[in-house]
């Protein structure tokens, strides 16, 4: 050290840390949430400079008694939050259905979006047919609000001859081009430089529909992110950016992914998109923001970014056990709660809903999912090796099967 | 059809005219590619035609060019994208590797990466170590994508327009020492320009050359010589100088290629030579090699031989050095023709 510099403490290295591990009490203040209905609504073709602040405020419509509350509460009929209520239940249901398969060795691996429903059932109601969302693994809402055929989506799960996309995928990782879902990658953040590109495709052609990228807070740390904000706003592309924070990237807390003393939503601001961020537990405030997003991105007014704060409830995949990282109770101590609850809390206080109703639609979609596994089922699984031939491994590689694949075929002897 | 005498530039322009004309769907992009019409000008005045929307510039992000344009793909058009030089395209790396190459697989068909991605690439222009590389191998090992580079003004029109109408990704590498002339490797001589060569003389119109298909470029009786790109005319000019009656094949698609050839000529001449310009451990030229070996085994007479690049990063000041000319490459011909 030279003799001429100033004495002082040596230099540390900054690693985040959560605010509870395992045994302790989150302090969910980090978070900084805003009263329902508090924050401003601004016309949609606002100048993203113009309205900085929502990218650190939290757009919430549910107050804590269920009513929606301020200038975000959309306009929406109760048969369309029926709609979405149903359609949470029976993502939930499904969900954990799966689970079960999954411990039973029926799928190989599966990953539950439990307590994050809300963020993309809400968002497929605010978006119109033909438009293309650009999904991670985390989303399987979207397909339950397009009304998938739930026997194709488990086909798929369990790698049976019914799986439409032939066994080459693990499970969860669909594609449903006619839903407008695209093929997830299982690489992280690829997809959000591809919606902007589909974006511009559509305005390039001239079209009217537009793009949804999603990416959780881990991944927004990958420069495919980064450049994805770019291209968007250099080209104004009619195209939606959720970041999904649900705090945790498998064990990694949202400050190790650049969460600390910031938002996601911030990140818009500097590559100057329009930002929000938004209670991704609530129903009307995700609906609202996303319908204010595509409006904006369908008239020619650019791109927006949206964080939806939210919680992982369970574990990343069925290959991670939380309680090794974070407190097991956490989910029970989030501020923002479960987003079906609240929904059905707000449905019953408008007198669109009632708990009778809730267990027979619950017994219902319960009898719909079982029905369709067991459908799925008799088509074969990767347990029992009814898959797809060995010899399909070497289609679909190239649009035409160049000579070197079809001599690798026979010399497997298929 | 009324041919014109063009540079590899003016064929790649024109090849890029052509499409755009006859396909709505076609998009050209790139860094400086839209106003100003590229850095080797091979866009040059078809933004200008074409319209803002259909020939643009681009963020410098290779990442991002690549992976607009597979979403572009995905939607249904076919993207045209220019990698300013093959030695940027690193960062692009994921969206080509694990994206574009694997979207009809992993969809099972239900969406294609219908995207051709043209890229300068090799040296011989005093380029240094980030302007010259010849990245081939790490696009041939990938599975899903086809690997394509042109030695001629025709072929690189042709093998453009296949490639830009072709369903599957392609990688489309332009010898930027060959863009205005054959260059036999004797860069201490005048410069050839192509208006002296048959293959700078290129229809005007739409054709194509297809890919997967190896072109005799010198039949020959005694060495089989297996190269692409610039170094088809340093073999030219090691088989007149060493007085070897070599037969050399232009590869043109690297992969998936077209075996029959190669394996037909081997068997007839019984040697073989490898030449690329690339490094050479684990380059393009082992996998040529291997499919020899494995093929003609029994009609060879002598060892495989393989003349490439160095296995040092591309020098600036020792360009001539690291460069296989026509003195290496005779001298690997004369190994291959011993025993």
């Given at each position: 050290m030279s003799k001429n510099a100033p004495a002082c403490a040596p230099l540390r290295l900054h690693v985040p840390e959560p605010t509870?591990?395992?045994g302790q009490h989150t302090d969910?203040?980090?978070?900084?949430l805003s009263p329902a209905g508090e924050v401003r609504r601004p016309p949609v073709d606002a100048q993203p400079a113009a309205i900085g602040d929502l990218a650190f405020a939290l757009v919430r419509v549910l107050d804590a008694d269920g009513n929606a509350v301020g200038p975000w509460a959309p306009q929406i009929t109760p048969e369309r939050l029926r709609f979405g209520l149903r359609a949470m239940l029976q993502t939930r249901i499904f969900d954990a259905r799966m689970l079960i398969a999954q411990r039973q060795k029926k799928i190989s691996f599966y990953m539950q979006c439990l307590g994050e429903e809300a963020i993309s059932v809400a968002h497929a109601l605010a978006l119109d047919e033909g438009d293309m969302c650009f999904p991670t693994?985390?989303?399987?809402g979207l397909l339950m609000a397009r009304a998938v055929p739930l026997v194709d989506l488990i086909c798929q799960l369990l790698s049976n001859q019914r799986d439409p996309l032939k066994g080459?995928?693990?499970?969860?990782l669909y594609s449903v081009r006619q839903a407008g879902f695209f093929t997830i990658s299982g690489?992280?953040?690829?997809?959000v430089v591809q919606a902007v590109g589909w974006a511009m495709a559509s305005a390039i052609k001239g079209d009217t529909k537009i793009a949804s990228a999603w990416i959780g807070d881990g991944s927004t740390a990958e420069a495919d992110f980064h450049t994805a904000l770019v291209f968007a706003h250099v080209y104004r592309a009619p195209v939606i950016i959720n970041v999904?924070?649900?705090?945790?990237a498998i064990s990694t807390f949202q400050a190790i992914a650049g969460g600390e003393g910031t938002?996601?939503?911030?990140?818009?601001i500097g590559s100057g998109i329009a930002s929000l961020r938004v209670d991704g537990n609530d129903f009307l405030a995700v609906y609202a923001a996303s319908r204010w997003a595509a409006e904006r991105a369908r008239g020619n007014l650019g791109p927006t970014l949206i964080e939806w704060v939210t919680y992982?409830?369970?574990?990343?995949?069925?290959?991670?056990?939380p309680t090794k990282y974070r407190p097991a109770d956490d989910w029970k101590n989030?501020?923002?709660?479960?987003p079906l609850a609240r929904l059905k809390q707000h449905l019953i206080s408008i007198g669109a809903w009632s708990e009778a109703e809730h267990q027979s639609v619950q017994k219902e979609l319960e009898a719909e999912v079982s029905a369709a596994l067991k459908e799925a089922e008799s088509y074969g699984s990767l347990a029992d090796g009814?898959?797809?031939?060995?010899?399909?491994?070497?289609?679909?590689?190239?649009?035409d099967m160049p000579a070197h694949l079809r001599r690798q075929r026979q010399e497997l002897g298929v | 059809m009324k041919t014109t005498p063009m540079t590899m530039i003016q064929a790649l322009r024109s090849a890029m005219d052509v499409m755009l004309e006859r396909d709505a769907n076609v998009v050209v992009f790139g860094e400086?590619?839209?106003?100003?019409?590229?850095v080797f000008r091979c866009t040059e005045g078809l933004q200008k035609k074409y319209g803002t929307s259909r020939v643009f510039d681009t963020p410098i992000s290779e990442s991002g060019i690549v992976g607009v344009a597979v979403g572009m793909g995905a939607y249904g058009l076919r993207p045209v994208a220019?990698?300013?030089?093959?030695?940027?395209v690193y960062p692009a790396t994921d969206q080509i590797v694990s994206e574009a190459a694997r979207l009809r697989y992993r969809s099972a068909g239900e969406f294609i990466a219908p995207l051709t991605l043209r890229m300068p690439c090799g040296g011989g222009?005093?380029?240094?170590q980030t302007h010259s590389q010849s990245p081939e191998a790490y696009f041939t090992h990938v599975c899903g994508l086809r690997t394509v580079m042109p030695s001629n003004p025709y072929d690189a029109k042709g093998l453009l327009i296949a490639s830009i109408e072709n369903n599957d990704p392609v990688i489309f590498l332009e010898p930027k020492r060959i863009y205005n002339g054959p260059f036999d490797?004797?860069?201490?001589k005048p410069v050839v320009p192509?208006?002296?060569?048959?293959?700078?003389?290129?229809?005007?119109g739409y054709y194509t050359v297809p890919l997967e298909s190896a072109a005799v470029y010198r039949p020959g009786s005694e060495l089989t010589v297996l190269t692409y790109g610039t170094m088809v005319f340093v073999a030219e000019a090691a088989a007149r100088e060493s007085g070897i009656d070599a037969e050399i094949i232009?590869?043109?698609?690297?992969?998936?290629?077209?075996?029959d050839t190669i394996v037909n000529s081997v068997k007839k001449t019984g040697r073989c030579a490898v030449v690329h310009e690339?490094?050479?451990?684990?380059?393009?030229g082992a996998e040529l090699t291997a499919l020899v070996q494995e093929h003609c085994f029994y009609h060879l007479e002598a060892p495989i031989e393989r003349v490439a690049?160095?296995?040092?990063?591309?020098?600036h000041a020792q360009e001539w050095a690291y460069f296989p000319g026509p003195a290496r490459v005779a001298e690997g011909f004369k190994r291959a023709m011993e025993k």
């Amino acid at each position: 050290m030279s003799k001429n510099a100033p004495a002082c403490a040596p230099l540390r290295l900054h690693v985040p840390e959560p605010t509870g591990r395992p045994g302790q009490h989150t302090d969910f203040s980090y978070l900084h949430l805003s009263p329902a209905g508090e924050v401003r609504r601004p016309p949609v073709d606002a100048q993203p400079a113009a309205i900085g602040d929502l990218a650190f405020a939290l757009v919430r419509v549910l107050d804590a008694d269920g009513n929606a509350v301020g200038p975000w509460a959309p306009q929406i009929t109760p048969e369309r939050l029926r709609f979405g209520l149903r359609a949470m239940l029976q993502t939930r249901i499904f969900d954990a259905r799966m689970l079960i398969a999954q411990r039973q060795k029926k799928i190989s691996f599966y990953m539950q979006c439990l307590g994050e429903e809300a963020i993309s059932v809400a968002h497929a109601l605010a978006l119109d047919e033909g438009d293309m969302c650009f999904p991670t693994y985390r989303q399987q809402g979207l397909l339950m609000a397009r009304a998938v055929p739930l026997v194709d989506l488990i086909c798929q799960l369990l790698s049976n001859q019914r799986d439409p996309l032939k066994g080459r995928q693990l499970p969860v990782l669909y594609s449903v081009r006619q839903a407008g879902f695209f093929t997830i990658s299982g690489n992280l953040a690829t997809q959000v430089v591809q919606a902007v590109g589909w974006a511009m495709a559509s305005a390039i052609k001239g079209d009217t529909k537009i793009a949804s990228a999603w990416i959780g807070d881990g991944s927004t740390a990958e420069a495919d992110f980064h450049t994805a904000l770019v291209f968007a706003h250099v080209y104004r592309a009619p195209v939606i950016i959720n970041v999904v924070n649900n705090q945790w990237a498998i064990s990694t807390f949202q400050a190790i992914a650049g969460g600390e003393g910031t938002t996601f939503a911030a990140r818009g601001i500097g590559s100057g998109i329009a930002s929000l961020r938004v209670d991704g537990n609530d129903f009307l405030a995700v609906y609202a923001a996303s319908r204010w997003a595509a409006e904006r991105a369908r008239g020619n007014l650019g791109p927006t970014l949206i964080e939806w704060v939210t919680y992982r409830a369970g574990g990343h995949s069925t290959s991670d056990d939380p309680t090794k990282y974070r407190p097991a109770d956490d989910w029970k101590n989030f501020p923002l709660g479960d987003p079906l609850a609240r929904l059905k809390q707000h449905l019953i206080s408008i007198g669109a809903w009632s708990e009778a109703e809730h267990q027979s639609v619950q017994k219902e979609l319960e009898a719909e999912v079982s029905a369709a596994l067991k459908e799925a089922e008799s088509y074969g699984s990767l347990a029992d090796g009814h898959v797809h031939s060995a010899a399909s491994m070497f289609e679909d590689v190239y649009e035409d099967m160049p000579a070197h694949l079809r001599r690798q075929r026979q010399e497997l002897g298929v | 059809m009324k041919t014109t005498p063009m540079t590899m530039i003016q064929a790649l322009r024109s090849a890029m005219d052509v499409m755009l004309e006859r396909d709505a769907n076609v998009v050209v992009f790139g860094e400086d590619v839209g106003y100003f019409g590229g850095v080797f000008r091979c866009t040059e005045g078809l933004q200008k035609k074409y319209g803002t929307s259909r020939v643009f510039d681009t963020p410098i992000s290779e990442s991002g060019i690549v992976g607009v344009a597979v979403g572009m793909g995905a939607y249904g058009l076919r993207p045209v994208a220019e990698i300013q030089f093959a030695d940027y395209v690193y960062p692009a790396t994921d969206q080509i590797v694990s994206e574009a190459a694997r979207l009809r697989y992993r969809s099972a068909g239900e969406f294609i990466a219908p995207l051709t991605l043209r890229m300068p690439c090799g040296g011989g222009i005093y380029g240094g170590q980030t302007h010259s590389q010849s990245p081939e191998a790490y696009f041939t090992h990938v599975c899903g994508l086809r690997t394509v580079m042109p030695s001629n003004p025709y072929d690189a029109k042709g093998l453009l327009i296949a490639s830009i109408e072709n369903n599957d990704p392609v990688i489309f590498l332009e010898p930027k020492r060959i863009y205005n002339g054959p260059f036999d490797g004797h860069h201490d001589k005048p410069v050839v320009p192509w208006s002296t060569h048959p293959q700078g003389e290129v229809p005007e119109g739409y054709y194509t050359v297809p890919l997967e298909s190896a072109a005799v470029y010198r039949p020959g009786s005694e060495l089989t010589v297996l190269t692409y790109g610039t170094m088809v005319f340093v073999a030219e000019a090691a088989a007149r100088e060493s007085g070897i009656d070599a037969e050399i094949i232009d590869l043109r698609s690297l992969w998936p290629l077209d075996l029959d050839t190669i394996v037909n000529s081997v068997k007839k001449t019984g040697r073989c030579a490898v030449v690329h310009e690339a490094t050479r451990s684990s380059g393009f030229g082992a996998e040529l090699t291997a499919l020899v070996q494995e093929h003609c085994f029994y009609h060879l007479e002598a060892p495989i031989e393989r003349v490439a690049g160095w296995d040092t990063p591309y020098p600036h000041a020792q360009e001539w050095a690291y460069f296989p000319g026509p003195a290496r490459v005779a001298e690997g011909f004369k190994r291959a023709m011993e025993k």
